[in-house]
């Protein structure tokens, strides 16, 4: 069976900057600067240790989930920011035998 993981484009040079909340990203590949929100500059930080699944993503962030947001919605919350961050070129998809 396959997982689907995320993880840094492997053919950009991305390197961020974090204002409390706010974050600034350089794309070397593209050279693009994108602002972004503070849970995608986590993303980055995660993605580039290692490639993450949404529900490793969810886990390691657990604490900046609002109770109120159930799992399903917070992994379809998930979900969107990542494929938001995949069309600025910053992360991809790969599969991984699970």
């Not at 994108?34 to 995660?46: C, N």
């Not at 159930?70 to 599969?95: C, I, K, M, N, Y």
């Amino acid at each position: 069976m396959q997982e689907t993981l995320w993880t840094l484009h492997r053919s950009a040079d991305i390197s961020w900057r974090d204002w409390d909340g706010l974050g600034a990203v350089y794309n070397d590949d593209s050279g693009d600067t994108h602002l972004v929100d503070a849970l995608a500059i986590e993303f980055l930080e995660l993605l580039r240790q290692r490639p993450l699944s949404v529900a490793q993503l969810i886990s390691q962030l657990a604490d900046a989930i609002p109770d109120e947001m159930d799992a399903a919605t917070a992994t379809a919350f998930f979900d969107r920011q990542l494929r938001s961050l995949q069309e600025l070129g910053l992360v991809e998809r790969v599969t991984s035998a699970a």
